[in-house]
């Protein structure tokens, strides 16, 4: 059979230092972007203030990350406008931050133990309540409009707002301080033996969103690249025809993708209450516009585009914020213009067939 | 003639406000290789798609092993044993070879002994079995679409137009493929407009004109008569030699 056997072209790698650059640019535009943002932040600032923007951009970016991740699967896999996504936000902040209240006593004491006693069942409640509840929301929402993306948008900015007048409902109107575990408070000072960095105070909190953040984009990789469910959410993003041609329910899948998006987000809106102290059942709207952004940045409905446009979103709202607060809104939208100028198709695209 | 594994009975079938199928009665003889000819537009390519419920059937009946399938959903029509290969082949380009194959083995893991046995007959999916399926040739896509077709003993396999821009060179490996799955007396439905190719492998043929199916019976009759070819095919012997 070798006669039509014909290789696979092999590039050869681009010779020169500027050519390098160009196929580094091109063919890791996500790597390329952030170390771009961070080289001239550090520029722009004194070190010690770009460490501690860095690390707040990147926890900043792994909880939105959290709350993208599933809205930018439901879209690229299933082609659904979710705009009630921030409605799930919301009440996985609420649900979060009603265990967190109720397990006071264990939430108070110094020890990271006995909080993690707090923290855990917090976030675990937040997971699981806006995940049944996405169950019910495609059910019953969404299940009636896929294909037509105009019933989609109104219906589900309709579904956002019945779900965050229920919030209303249960919690009240008000806003609600949400106390951080003792043990999330404060800070690690770094030795002041460090050259140019000693002495940096990193907020405890920030650090573990970051590590949380990463812990789940690495098992949503594994997840995506490695396992039978993951082939089949990227082959489904290709094909829905096909996938269904092989003898697999899409619709299951689909309603399963649904279900782990809206548990992801009510997970970041849990963290996220953690982490601003107070919480209003409009919390999710206004993180809407980051979640969009990311999620138009990365590139629609891929994983990794998303968490590095978190990142990037992230970053520049901290940088920017710092070096010119008013500027700080402006900027992430400013973000994305200019990624899609140069990229159509977001960070990292994920191509329809 | 065998006895059928699938027949249709009157099955009608539109697309959009299109009558595509104007009642098409269909029988696929168990272990036999069964050729569905016609001219571009006939309706072969919707009957295959029916069969797999991917347009639906507005009147009439398909029946698997006796069974009434109409309307069923796709799924469940693939997890009877009726795999369906399509004219654009269907490879999930982003995937690598394996990861295509992975998902075609519906049942778990992969028989190793069958899988080498599908490396025999295909011998470049071994050798790009990690690499993106996107970057195959349309020789290699197409081998790589048949292949997840029989990686799990099927029942039935729906193939349309293998044969389709490849070059004379793959289209012998690709009969020669066919010719294997013969000898171990696999059910096969076959598209094809490539009269040559039909001839060598079809035991039975049908031939399908505007919706419906206007000829059927075993393949030598057909092969043997110029003037029935001539008047359901529109070819003389001298073409697609």
């Not at chain 1, 109720?102 to 020890?111: D, I, K, N």
């Not at chain 1, 855990?120 to 309540?129: D, E, N």
């Not at chain 2, 309706?43 to 069923?72: A, C, N, P």
């Amino acid at each position: 059979m070798s006669a039509h056997d014909e290789m696979i072209g092999q590039t050869t790698p681009p010779q020169g230092v500027l050519a390098r650059f160009a196929a580094f640019r091109e063919n890791k535009p996500h790597i390329f972007l952030l170390l771009l943002m961070m080289a001239v932040a550090l520029l722009m600032m004194d070190p010690r203030t770009w460490v501690l923007l860095t690390i707040s951009g990147l926890a900043m970016g792994a909880m939105v990350f959290l709350m993208a991740s599933g809205m930018t699967l439901t879209f690229g896999l299933m082609n659904v406008l979710n705009l009630a996504h921030g409605a799930f936000i919301s009440l996985g902040a609420f649900a979060g931050a009603s265990v967190l209240l109720w397990l006071s006593s264990q939430a108070s004491e110094p020890s990271l133990l006995i909080n993690l006693a707090a923290i855990l069942p917090a976030l675990g409640f937040a997971l699981v309540v806006a995940g049944l509840l996405g169950l019910v929301f495609e059910r019953l929402v969404i299940k009636p409009v896929y294909g037509d993306h105009l019933k989609q948008i109104l219906v589900t900015v309709g579904g956002s707002i019945i779900i965050m007048e229920l919030i209303h409902v249960v919690w009240g109107p008000n806003e609600i301080p949400v106390p951080r575990p003792e043990a999330l408070t404060g800070a690690f000072l770094l030795p002041d033996a460090l050259p140019v960095i000693g002495g940096v105070a990193l907020e405890k909190y920030r650090l573990i969103a970051v590590v949380l953040g990463l812990a789940i984009y690495g098992l949503m990789t594994w997840i995506i690249e490695r396992t039978r469910v993951g082939i089949l959410i990227r082959a489904g993003v290709e094909s829905r025809e096909m996938v269904e041609v092989q003898g697999y329910r899409i619709r299951l899948l689909f309603l399963g993708v649904f279900v782990a998006g809206s548990a992801l987000a009510g997970l970041g809106g849990a963290m996220w209450a953690m982490y601003r102290e107070i919480i209003t059942a409009h919390m999710g709207d206004e993180l809407m516009i980051s979640v969009i952004v990311v999620i138009i940045l990365g590139g629609l409905g891929s994983i990794k585009g998303c968490f590095y446009g978190a990142v990037l979103v992230g970053l520049i709202n901290l940088y920017v914020g710092y070096l010119e607060p008013r500027l700080a809104a402006v900027a992430t939208v400013g973000l994305m213009v200019g990624v899609l100028m140069w990229r159509p198709q977001g960070l990292i695209p994920v191509i329809k067939v | 003639m065998a006895e059928s594994i699938l027949s249709l009975s009157g099955v009608r079938a539109d697309i959009d406000q299109y009558h595509i199928l104007h009642g098409v009665d269909l029988e696929v003889p168990a272990g036999e290789l069964t050729v569905l000819l016609g001219r571009n537009g006939a309706g072969k390519s919707t009957t295959l798609r029916t069969i797999m419920g991917l347009t639906t059937v507005t009147d009439g009946k398909v029946r698997f092993r006796g069974e009434d399938i109409t309307g069923q959903p796709t799924p469940r029509i693939a997890r009877k044993g009726i795999a369906f290969v399509p004219e654009n082949m269907g490879i999930f380009s982003l995937l690598t070879v394996r990861e295509n194959m992975v998902l075609a083995a519906v049942n778990g893991p992969m028989d190793p002994a069958r899988l080498d046995w599908v490396f025999d007959l295909f011998p470049p999916l071994k050798k790009f079995w990690n690499r993106a399926a996107g970057n195959l040739s349309g020789g290699q896509k197409q081998m790589l679409a048949i292949a997840r077709a029989i990686i799990e003993p099927r029942e039935l396999l729906l193939v349309d137009e293998p044969t389709k821009g490849l070059a004379p060179a793959i289209i012998n490996d690709l009969a020669g493929a066919f010719e294997q799955l013969k000898q171990q007396q696999v059910t096969v439905l076959l598209v094809e407009q490539n009269f040559n190719f039909s001839r060598r492998l079809g035991q039975s043929a049908a031939v399908m004109n505007d919706g419906g199916v206007v000829w059927s019976g075993q393949m030598t009759e057909l092969a043997d008569n110029d003037d029935l070819q001539h008047e359901l095919l529109g070819l003389g012997l001298g073409e697609h030699q």
